[in-house]
């Protein structure tokens, strides 16, 4: 009874904290179908809409980098908590928006509220759990990602076609209170009062900083952790020209191709889980970022050589997402594993990197489109081998 009880607590945190994770793409990619009717709501421009979407990522990347020593501080519930109510009520605010001006403001400060969901759920495992159990943990969580992406889209599509736009914002309102509870009632304070950092003001927590950028263990795991993140942002940027306009793809084809890279993905991550049971994460994530590499540089050559070639462009584009289900649980653990006493912060400093670089890699992807696939190639080639360079520079750790 005592083994049934811990393997449905356990069960329940991971579940809670997949919910607040999910805080992220859901509000990314839910609202992306919307684009064409809150332009013609607003009367604004395709760059002005966009805009909104770029304010978010500057405020998950800030508001983690503010959040995480908080954290550290004052324990992960009340913080969370706050972040919550803060998200909620900047939906709220996006769903009677006046204006677009009014629309960018809210995003910026659901972001600011809902980085706190993807700061303390990395730094609660950290709190509970060692390198190898976090691991598994953070596999399982992988599963948020890959669906994220796929089922917000939908639920968007699907309610953009009946109701009118500013309904998607209601619904992230509503799941917002509804993580309210669930925290309360099924996480509870995972950092206890002696285990806090204590006083020191901006000073100690520039110090923490300061001593993460310089631990090189920490800086190589979540640089590799981002640098292969951007690959994969990469290719959900170029992803869409490259099969739709480039290969001729339908819509619908495309979204069935993306379902099962991200299929690939999932289970990628619970074959993980599996084999922590038995090999360390360190040789897994080796193991894994080889692959990684290949399948990049494999890319690349395709779209040199054979630029027309769909199945050998597809097959590689399917082991670089699903080798990421590898790569990022382990890559989180290793370097979450260096924090002591300054989790939040460790998993502030993770964020930024990984949002910072992808946001950049993205940017770059669209800036240097020239009709054929080889600027996605290029970036997922130069991130795999910049990640493979960063965690080489962790031997030994």
Same mark, same amino acid.
Request: glycine share 10%; aromatic share 10%.
């Given at each position: ?29 839910? /609202? &992306? ?28 990347? %800030? ?27 900047? *939906? ?18 659901? %972001? ?45 599509? $699907? ?69 292969? *993140? ?23 084809? /495309? ?23 038995? /090999? *360390?994460?360190?040789?897994? +994530? ?7 590499? +290949? ?10 050589? $054979? ?15 699903? *080798? ?21 912060? %460790? ?16 940017? &770059? $992807? ?32």
């Amino acid at each position: 009874m005592n083994a049934s009880n811990a393997l449905g607590s356990r069960i329940r945190f991971i579940v809670i904290l997949g919910a607040l994770i999910a805080f992220a793409p859901l509000s990314i990619d839910m /609202y &992306l179908p919307a684009f064409p009717a809150i332009a013609e709501h607003f009367g604004a421009t395709a760059g002005a809409v966009q805009t909104t979407l770029a304010v978010f990522f500057i405020g998950l990347a %800030a508001g983690q980098g503010v959040l995480g020593p908080i954290m550290d501080r004052m324990g992960r519930l009340r913080p969370l908590l706050f972040g919550i109510a803060v998200y909620v009520a900047a *939906s709220l605010w996006a769903s009677f928006a006046p204006d677009i001006e009014s629309l960018t403001a809210a995003r910026l400060l659901q %972001a600011l509220g809902g980085c706190a969901g993807i700061v303390a759920s990395r730094a609660m495992v950290r709190d509970l759990f060692d390198e190898r159990a976090s691991a598994q943990v953070y596999s399982m969580l992988m599963l948020v990602m890959g669906l994220a992406p796929i089922l917000a889209p939908m639920i968007g599509g $699907v309610l953009i076609a009946h109701y009118e736009w500013p309904v998607i914002f209601w619904v992230l309102t509503a799941f917002g209170l509804a993580c309210i509870p669930a925290v309360l009632f099924g996480l509870g304070e995972t950092l206890p009062p002696e285990r806090r950092e204590h006083g020191g003001g901006l000073a100690r927590v520039g110090r923490d900083y300061l001593a993460l950028l310089m631990d090189k263990p920490f800086m190589a795991f979540a640089l590799a952790n981002a640098l292969v *993140s951007c690959a994969m942002f990469a290719y959900i940027t170029g992803s869409p020209f490259v099969f739709i306009e480039l290969h001729g793809l339908a819509p619908e084809s /495309y979204a069935i191709l993306f379902g099962l890279n991200a299929a690939g993905l999932i289970a990628a991550a619970q074959v993980n889980a599996l084999l922590l049971r038995r /090999y *360390s994460s360190r040789a897994i +994530l080796r193991i894994a970022m080889s692959v990684h590499l +290949l399948a990049a540089l494999a890319l690349l050559a395709v779209t040199l050589l $054979v630029p027309q070639a769909f199945l050998p462009l597809a097959a590689c584009i399917f082991v670089v997402v699903g *080798s990421y289900g590898f790569v990022g649980a382990n890559a989180t653990a290793a370097a979450m594993a260096r924090a002591e006493r300054s989790a939040g912060s %460790a998993s502030a400093l993770t964020g930024i990197l990984q949002f910072a670089f992808a946001a950049v890699v993205g940017g &770059l $992807v669209g800036a240097f489109n020239d009709g054929t696939a080889l600027p996605m190639a290029i970036a997922i080639a130069v991130a795999s081998i910049a990640g493979t360079l960063a965690r080489l520079s962790a031997r030994g750790a």
